[in-house]
């Protein structure tokens, strides 16, 4: 079979190659899935350049999320059939024909959601969810985010939207204010503008912010944390541009701030089954009914691996990357 690999960490343009690797059987507990259709995620290209929470030993596989077909069961899987239709978010190696999972962890994808959509359903659909419940806010509530128009952003103004949260964006360029627009997303603020915090203050009345995400760090965490109010609670989700967060000092003492951590694999791993199923049923019912979008800017074959990787990079890209083999 067909399979993504890397002998060294680097650019994934750069480091990844098509290899035959043998087919996988499933043990005690595991399938083995046909992959449909793969997306791209940031944390899979940092994964490659071995600047991830998790670093694998080389050569090393690729990919987390992915649809596929049930392929075959392995001993003592039940609840699963031949042929079912199924998406997964944490099984690594997902760039590839074949690949083996834990049936535990595998969620039935109804008929009526295109592949498309199914194929990201999990991992950045559920991290903006998920990070909606993890921020405790309330309907008519206002919160913060930077990096509004990249996937979790705009998931997560499109869920708080639905919830009733409100949702102020913020963004690093002119354009994105549009691009947001056109998607229908309207409380955004570029921060190249000299009076940008005159435009927060136009958009949200000046109310109390309860809580902010960075997923920037540098001194955007800084900006996120000076619009929070007293008891105010700023959550660190990723780190594109600096693995540093610049905030002052002042802010977290005087306005007495929370600043935590969020990192959605280990929050789904320790989620209350009945809860992970409700916020998956709910997020089915969000893009079933168009709450939720999913847009994708392209699809790949694996062969074409490099290009697909420099079009994820594209700036200003609206919609996932996905990789089909």
Do not use: C
Not at 5 to 10: C, E, N, T
Not at 165 to 170: D, F, I, R
């Amino acid at each position: 079979m067909r399979a993504l690999i890397h002998h060294s960490f680097g650019e994934p343009e750069d480091v990844l190659t098509v290899e035959d690797r043998p087919l996988p059987e499933p043990g005690p507990g595991q399938v083995r899935l046909r992959i449909v259709l793969s997306p791209i995620h940031n944390h899979d290209i940092w994964t490659i350049r071995g600047t991830y929470g998790f670093k694998p030993e080389l050569p090393a596989a690729s990919g987390t999320e992915a649809l596929g077909i049930v392929d075959a069961l392995g001993e003592g899987v039940d609840a699963l059939t031949v042929g079912q239709r199924v998406a997964t978010g944490g099984t690594f190696g997902a760039w590839a024909e074949y690949v083996v999972a834990s049936a535990a962890g595998l969620i039935p994808v109804p008929e009526a959601l295109p592949d498309e959509a199914a194929a990201q359903l999990v991992s950045m659909p559920f991290s903006a969810i998920s990070l909606l419940e993890f921020l405790d806010v309330k309907p008519g509530d206002w919160i913060v985010q930077n990096a509004a128009n990249g996937a979790v952003g705009r998931m997560l103004a499109q869920l708080g939207a639905a919830r009733g949260v409100n949702v102020l964006g913020l963004v690093r360029r002119a354009e994105g204010v549009e691009e947001l627009r056109a998607q229908g997303i309207e409380n955004v603020v570029a921060t190249d503008q000299a009076d940008w915090r005159e435009g927060v203050a136009a958009l949200t009345g000046a109310p109390a912010i309860v809580a902010g995400v960075d997923s920037v760090g540098g001194s955007s965490a800084g900006d996120v944390l000076s619009l929070l109010a007293e008891n105010g609670t700023l959550v660190a989700f990723g780190a594109m541009n600096s693995p540093v967060m610049e905030i002052a000092s002042g802010d977290v003492i005087f306005k007495q701030a929370t600043v935590k951590g969020f990192w959605g694999s280990k929050v789904i791993q320790t989620m209350d089954a009945a809860k992970r199923g409700a916020l998956f049923g709910e997020l089915v019912q969000r893009v079933g009914d168009g709450t939720l979008t999913l847009p994708v800017a392209g699809v790949f074959d694996a062969a074409e691996a490099a290009e697909a990787m420099r079009a994820s990079k594209t700036p200003g890209r609206v919609g996932k990357v996905l990789l089909k083999f």
